[in-house]
């Protein structure tokens, strides 16, 4: 069965650090590029990052470029983001699925629960 587990959210001042990760189980990890995404309450999802099966291309959207950085660990079938100089509008839950590199649509139909990332001034 498909499993998405995003983990290492949490409570960050403005300005400092966190490293997400995202386990997944139940698909041919080395085969799909892989993505993250964010949801802020009342908002929308939107594509946050993207990085190629074979973890050499990456993709980000304006607002997180210089600042995030995706990787993967294919052996560990875990897809990570580190974000460096948070802002109060990182603020959302976070979300790891399979992707389109191309497009960064998502490919997978469940999400996993996410893991909630909140900046404080």
């Known amino acids: 069965q498909l499993r998405l587990v995003e983990s290492g959210g949490g409570l960050v001042q403005a300005g400092g650090s966190r490293r997400l990760s995202c386990a997944a189980s139940?698909?041919?990890?080395?085969?799909?590029?892989m993505g993250w995404f964010r949801q802020a309450p009342g908002k929308e999802r939107e594509f946050v990052a993207a990085?190629?099966?074979?973890?050499?291309?990456?993709l980000y959207v304006d607002f997180v470029k210089g600042r995030f950085t995706i990787s993967r660990d294919n052996a560990k079938n875990t897809v990570y983001l580190q974000m460096n100089n948070l802002k109060p509008e990182d603020t959302a839950v976070y979300y790891c699925?399979?992707?389109?590199?191309?497009?960064?649509?998502?490919?997978?139909?469940?999400w996993g629960q996410g893991t909630q990332v909140t900046v404080s001034s």
């Open positions: 139940g698909l041919t990890f080395s085969s799909y590029a």
């Open positions: 990085i190629s099966s074979s973890g050499i291309r990456r």
């Open positions: 699925n399979a992707v389109d590199f191309l497009t960064g649509s998502s490919l997978l139909g469940s």
